[in-house]
């Protein structure tokens, strides 16, 4: 008996061009789920990236605002005291640069800016041989260390440290980057006019120097700004809020 075999019959042009088109769709919808997933890791470490730089600069900053003033007093102690025994104004003798000015026992300064343009902060402590100085170094005992702040044209918060021994040797340090991506950096000064122990008004640096109360500053109110990473998404602002911290300066001209 003679069997019938059936005609195999491949795919038509329609049935081909149905399943490409298929096909493409699902390779768009994947390429889109990838491109999303990439996205958002981005965004995560970019906000991880900044958050990093809030609390990094606001943490060094804060560390060298709080040893402002300091003088290791112990060694007037010591077995070689020094000759004279040290106190806040010859601890600190006056002090001049391009970018600060400090009168004899004044450990705290700054310019401002006006709002729209970055402030600098110059703060100065002396070295029992154990501090660090805003950027990183381990000074040697009995050196005047001041560090000063400020944002440079780049967008970096940066750091310039200057150490003077008892001898009067100058050594500086150029401005180095403590993080990137600062939009503005604004200070204001916690004044204590009647010295009563506590600040009572914040005033910006220019209103500090015009009221001679430099010696009466008794915190510092420290503020950054930071681009927005997400700045290019619909509803993100090109900038965050600002974000600040209030450091006590632990230490005064009458104190230690």
């Known amino acids: 008996m003679m069997t019938t075999r059936a005609k195999q019959h491949g795919m038509s042009l329609i049935s081909l061009m149905i399943a490409l088109t298929i096909g493409a769709f699902l390779l768009a919808g994947l390429f889109t789920l990838w491109l999303q997933t990439r996205n958002t890791l981005n965004a995560q470490g970019s906000l991880a990236q900044l958050q990093d730089n809030e609390r ?13 003033g300091y003088y290791p007093i112990a060694e007037n102690y010591g077995t070689s005291p020094p000759s004279p025994t ?36 110059a703060v100065r402590y002396m070295s029992d041989g154990n501090a660090l100085d805003c950027l990183g170094q381990l000074q040697p005992n009995l050196v005047v260390v001041t560090n000063t702040y400020t944002v440079s044209t780049a967008g970096n918060l940066t750091c310039a440290v200057t150490a003077t021994t008892s001898g009067g040797t100058t050594t500086t340090t ?7 991506g600062v939009s503005l950096f604004t200070a204001y000064y916690g004044v204590d006019p009647g010295n009563t122990g506590s600040a009572t008004e914040y005033m ?24 927005n990473p997400l700045s290019g998404q619909a509803g993100q602002n ?19």
Do not use: C, H
Request: hydrophobic residues 40%; negative net charge; proline residues 4%.
């Open 56 to 68: 990094m600069a606001l943490t060094v900053m804060a560390n060298t605002v709080q040893d402002s």
């Open 86 to 121: 040290l106190t806040s104004t010859n601890a600190f003798p006056a002090s001049t640069s391009s970018t600060y000015s400090f009168t004899a026992g004044q450990y705290i300064t700054g310019t401002y800016g006006g709002g729209t343009t970055s402030d600098t902060v």
């Open 238 to 256: 090109a900038e965050l809020p600002m974000i600040e911290r209030i450091v006590a300066v632990t230490q005064t001209t009458t104190s230690l």
């Open 174 to 180: 150029q401005a180095m980057p403590v993080v990137s």
């Open 204 to 227: 910006t640096a220019t209103e500090v120097a015009s009221a001679s109360y430099w010696s009466n500053v008794r915190s510092v109110k420290l503020q950054l700004t930071f681009p």
